[in-house]
């Protein structure tokens, strides 16, 4: 028997195999759910973005960190110290820090408290534990703790931008000028890159060559170690061991085992004197003024004030400060509003636009009546004569 085939070829219930009908049905389906389609793709981007933020190598941006490839890192110098030969180990807390120093031979030890989280009994454990001490901008008491001949003295000033060694050090005069922005000079010792006519210098060296202080972070961050001689003194002044232990004191260095002072403990000698007498004068101030000023009077809100009553209270205030020329300034621009409108002037007329159309009005000369509104009273006295002539002038204008 003979299979009776339908117009083209295809029996009842076959399926379509020509090509591009699957690309076509895709097609028509996102068509249909394109909502959903743009959601799901949304989805997938913000998935991917999270999954390579999270696999991405990280650094972190502490300032002077050996992990710190940002502009205030430190990256840079560590790199550069470990191509020379020098072994530089990244301590995050004390007890790391210790360990690295016993371990070293003769270490070097940048330390970096710009928070001031060590206390002075840990300090002077690292100070005897390190071969040599190298300290960045480190605060008064961290200088006070280590007792060195080291102390602070201010900051360079904003006219020395460029420091030159002016020292015998080798390691200064190796390295030549350095930056002197924001940074900050030590007395003692043996001092170089001194600002004129002071003693004090931005690099400081003890007398038996253990403490070294650097008073600036410019001279190690990735941004300026390029800079005139900051690479140079960098090098020589952490490279002189073969292990620099790089210390960078954290929260988890803050001694919480104490208890906290209390107000009376942190307050100045003088405040336990002084402050008594304080309260009584502040005492005394507050019942001063409130006898002169009197009690609250409390009115129910909105208030209502007469216009009339305003204006006197204005002219008062004026008359207590002796505000003649801004009463005299009041009164010429409402007089000069008030002819413009009766002059049919319009809001946007000026001074001598008025002036002009108002002697002529009157018949009057202009130069008179420029004379008579742009006049400055000296005194209360003149001040009330000439308002009565500015009232008389505008009398005349509505008269007629």
């Known amino acids: 028997m003979t299979d009776i085939l339908p117009a083209g070829g295809r029996t009842a219930g076959s399926v379509d195999r020509t090509p591009g009908t699957g690309r076509r049905s895709a097609l028509a389906w996102l068509r249909r759910h394109r909502a959903l389609s743009v959601f799901a793709a949304i989805v997938a981007v913000a998935l991917g973005i999270v999954v390579w933020g999270q696999l991405a190598p990280r650094g972190d941006s502490v300032p002077l960190s050996t992990g710190n490839a940002g502009p205030g890192g430190a990256r840079a110098v560590s790199e550069i110290l470990g191509r020379h030969g020098v072994e530089v180990q990244n301590a995050g807390t004390f007890e790391a820090a210790m360990s690295a120093l016993g371990a070293g031979s003769s270490p070097t030890l940048m330390l970096y408290d710009r928070n001031g989280f060590l206390d002075g009994p840990r300090l002077l454990e690292l100070a005897a534990a390190a071969g040599r001490m190298v300290l960045v901008a480190p605060r008064l ?37 350095i930056s002197g922005e924001q940074g ?5 010792g043996t001092s170089c890159y001194r600002p004129a006519g002071g003693a004090a210098g931005l690099l400081a060296v003890s007398a038996d060559g253990s403490l070294t202080v650097l008073g600036s972070t410019a001279v190690l961050d990735n941004e300026r170690l390029d800079e005139q001689g900051h690479a140079a003194l960098a090098l020589r002044t952490l490279g002189s061991s073969p292990d620099l232990v790089w210390y960078l004191p954290s929260l988890e260095d803050l001694d919480t085992s104490g208890s906290a002072q209390t107000l009376d403990e942190l307050a100045p000698a003088w405040v336990h004197f002084l402050g008594p007498w304080l309260l009584v004068v502040a005492l005394a101030a507050i019942a001063w003024r409130g006898r002169r000023l009197g009690p609250l009077v409390f009115e129910p809100l909105p208030v209502v004030v007469k216009a009339v009553e305003t204006a006197e209270g204005r002219a008062r205030m004026y008359h207590d ?36 159309a108002a002697a002529r009005y009157l018949g009057r000369s202009a130069a008179d009546v420029r004379g008579l509104v742009n006049d400055r009273p000296g005194t209360e006295s003149r001040l009330v004569a000439w308002a009565q002539e500015m009232n008389n002038l505008e009398k005349e204008v509505s008269s007629r």
């Not at 900050?184 to 003692?188: A, L, M, N, Q, W």
């Open 141 to 177: 008491e961290t200088l006070t703790a280590l007792d060195s001949d080291i102390r602070q003295a201010g900051v360079v000033p904003d006219a020395s931008p460029l420091l030159t060694p002016g020292c015998q050090l080798p390691d200064a005069v190796v390295a030549g000028e």
């Open 184 to 188: 900050f000079v030590y007395d003692g």
């Open 321 to 356: 400060s002796h505000a003649v020329q801004q009463a005299r300034d009041n009164l010429r621009a409402g007089t000069l509003v008030r002819l413009a409108r009766k002059l049919r002037l319009g809001p946007g007329a000026t001074a001598d636009e008025v002036i002009d």
